[in-house]
């Protein structure tokens, strides 16, 4: 699949099309250029759910989890690009505006609180739009 990240994990459990894949962290994520970003590469192991796209999978399979690279992206604009520049702008305008450094630092961080208030309002929104997809892995014996 090209223009996707992916991950081998096992099949936690199965239900409604969704299965909860546990994967763990690999030699390959020291490869990867978001590796200083990811939050995935702070914890050894995650649980993710991800959309079934082969019925037969069942819990203790070895699965393979995707998601589109553009959204893997965009995940890191959300949760680190765009609040560092609310703080940014939000410090520089009140420093502009002459408020005193410590009013304007703040300021600045009450701001990029407001950001994470307003960003988890939209979470359901959010989960819609970041899906992973899981498809069995073929043993090779």
């Not at 096992?10 to 490869?31: F, N, P, T, Y």
Request: glycine letters at 10%.
């Amino acid at each position: 699949m090209s223009g996707t990240i992916s991950h081998d994990g096992i099949a936690e459990s199965v239900r409604d099309g969704l299965v909860s894949v546990r994967i763990m962290q690999s030699g390959s994520c020291a490869a990867c250029e978001a590796r200083q970003m990811c939050v995935s590469a702070d914890n050894r192991e995650k649980v993710i759910e991800a959309v079934c796209t082969d019925a037969g999978i069942k819990a203790g399979d070895r699965v393979r989890v995707h998601v589109r690279e553009r959204l893997a992206w965009r995940a890191v604009l959300l949760a680190y690009v765009l609040p560092f520049v609310v703080l940014a702008g939000v410090l520089a305008g009140l420093q502009l505006s002459g408020k005193g450094e410590a009013a304007a630092g703040a300021g600045a961080l009450c701001a990029v609180g407001v950001y994470y208030i307003v960003l988890s309002l939209f979470k359901g929104r959010l989960k819609k739009s970041f899906t992973f997809t899981a498809e069995k892995v073929e043993e090779n014996n």
